[in-house]
């Protein structure tokens, strides 16, 4: 196994966004002094979509496992480009579960 990141994470981000009664988005993003171990880039983070208590959807970059998405019960693996594109992606994929798709 990799070491652990020496040093302070800094939060970069933490912005929940309530959809609507039943639904919100939660996400976080820290900077670290090295990479997560199985990641490339000094990025931790956690975007959520949660619907009535469930999440339906949540990318991370768990220690171990690298940069990959959750969708309902499915892991997928995830190609960490930059934190625009993250977010681009993660939005555009709530989009779609929300409109049904």
């Known amino acids: ?7 302070k994470a800094t939060s970069w981000m933490d912005e929940k966004t309530i959809l609507d009664d039943r ?3 939660h996400i976080r993003v820290w900077q670290l002094p090295e990479p997560v171990f199985g990641s490339s880039h000094r990025l931790k ?5 949660v619907v009535e208590h469930h999440c339906l959807l949540r990318y991370d970059n768990e220690r171990g496992k690298g940069d ?3 969708l309902g019960p499915c892991e997928f ?18 989009h779609r579960l929300r409109n049904g798709q």
Do not use: K, N, W
Not at 1 to 7: D, K, N, T
Not at 45 to 49: N, P
């Open 1 to 7: 196994m990799g070491s652990r990141p020496r040093g």
């Open 23 to 25: 639904s919100f988005t």
């Open 45 to 49: 983070y956690s975007l959520v979509y």
């Open 68 to 70: 990959h998405y959750h």
């Open 77 to 94: 693996a995830y190609r960490f480009v930059s934190p625009e594109v993250l977010f681009d992606d993660f939005i555009a994929q709530v």
